[in-house]
């Protein structure tokens, strides 16, 4: 059982569902990873790509992790039975010799190619990626076969901003979601409160809004927007702050009263521990953001969980960031609270199958081996192009 190719990839993704619209030059990576595993005449490829949001991982990927599964020996890679890659001991052979400490971002460049040899597993054992995570990690009970979703987007539009905005959650809510997230903290917080009151009036109540400020306030303003947004009665008030600010997120967590949801720029079980113990947050009420490809991938996501269970976190409070099939798969494995979904952002690793949307404001994981990339066309072409070249 071997990995004997790795292929990566840099490709742009925008916030926008027109991309040709100033999105700030992201990235993201892409990886086919080839197995020695031969199904239907072919070999099997795991795919994974960078989640969103931290820019794509090229360097780290091809010259320091992708060659370390490309030298392993077979039982490095394969599980007891010989049968199968097991992810964790591909994690362990990606951070041999890895000091504690000082993530920077090999966080996203292990996860992503964790992502894909999740996904090579799956595809190995003929089943749903939720139903290999349920069966080697759950707690015993079955996977969700549904999950309750929100529909994330909302950024802000360089002209015509409140009328672009209520068109996008408009199209959300036609889609079936029942919950939608925008983003604040790029204007002064006055227009900030215009646009939140333009779609809570389109929503079914005020509490089927969360913001996200994307770590952009400081100490003044997170008490300033913490006054101002109170009477709103929003589902959650995200990123506040800078993530490693717990002086502030403690104070604005007093401050704000309703739910704050963090964790989406921490990338470690030590940083969600520091979280836990000095940012203020309520496990009875707030959310946790964690991305499960940031924190070096699943087994990471996996610590993260298991260290805030321990300082009495429920796995209802896990919403992961990422809004990609990956992270639907993960809720549903583990009985988590929900998930993201960009159906209009981050093009083509945004929304669900095509042709799928939400029923009641819940969402299923693909029914096919693997993450299930391929029943997104354009995903499926653009994989497809990096694992042929």
Not at 132 to 145: E, K, M, N, R, Y
Not at 315 to 344: K, Q, T
Not at 363 to 389: C, Y
């Amino acid at each position: 059982m071997r990995i004997v190719d790795v292929r990566e990839r840099s490709v742009p993704i925008s916030r926008y569902n027109d991309p040709a619209l100033p999105s700030g030059g992201l990235t993201t990576s892409i990886v086919a990873l080839t197995t020695d595993t031969v199904r239907d005449g072919k070999p099997v490829v795991g795919y994974g790509f960078a989640s969103i949001g931290r820019f794509a991982q090229g360097g780290l990927i091809r010259e320091r992790f992708a060659p370390r599964l490309l030298a392993a020996a077979d039982a490095d890679l394969a599980n007891g039975a010989g049968t199968n890659l097991d992810p964790f001991r591909a994690w362990k052979t990606m951070m041999k010799g890895e000091k504690p400490g000082g993530h920077g971002e090999r966080c996203v460049a292990v996860g992503t190619l964790d992502m894909a040899v999740w996904d090579a597993a799956a595809k190995i054992a003929g089943v749903p990626l939720y139903r290999l995570i349920a069966d080697l990690v759950g707690d015993g009970s079955a996977p969700h076969p549904t999950v309750p979703a929100y529909a994330g987007g909302g950024y802000s539009y360089p002209t015509d901003d409140l009328s672009q905005l209520s068109d996008e959650v408009r199209a959300m809510l036609a889609q079936g979601y029942t919950h939608v997230k925008i983003k604040i903290g790029g204007a002064p917080l006055e227009r900030d409160l215009k646009r939140i009151e333009a779609v809570q009036a389109l929503l079914a109540a005020p509490n089927h809004l969360a913001v996200d400020a994307m770590n952009s306030f400081n100490a003044e303003q997170c008490l300033a927007a913490a006054a101002a947004l109170r009477p709103h009665h929003l589902w959650w008030f995200e990123d506040i702050c800078d993530p490693l600010d717990f002086e502030t997120h403690a104070a604005t967590v007093i401050a704000y009263h309703g739910a704050i949801a963090a964790g989406e720029a921490l990338f470690s079980a030590a940083e969600a521990k520091l979280l836990d113990r000095y940012g203020g947050l309520r496990p009875a009420k707030d959310i946790l953001l964690f991305d499960p490809v940031h924190t070096y991938g699943l087994p990471g996501y996996l610590q993260i969980i298991e260290t805030l269970k321990g300082g009495g976190w429920p796995r209802s409070a896990f919403w992961p960031h990422g809004g990609h099939l990956f992270s639907l798969h993960v809720v549903s494995a583990l009985g988590l609270g929900g998930c993201e979904v960009n159906p209009f952002s981050f093009a083509p690793f945004g929304g669900l199958s095509d042709g799928v949307t939400p029923q009641g404001g819940r969402v299923a994981p693909p029914e096919v081996p693997g993450i299930g990339f391929e029943t997104k066309a354009k995903l499926r072409d653009l994989f497809g192009s990096l694992s042929t070249e």
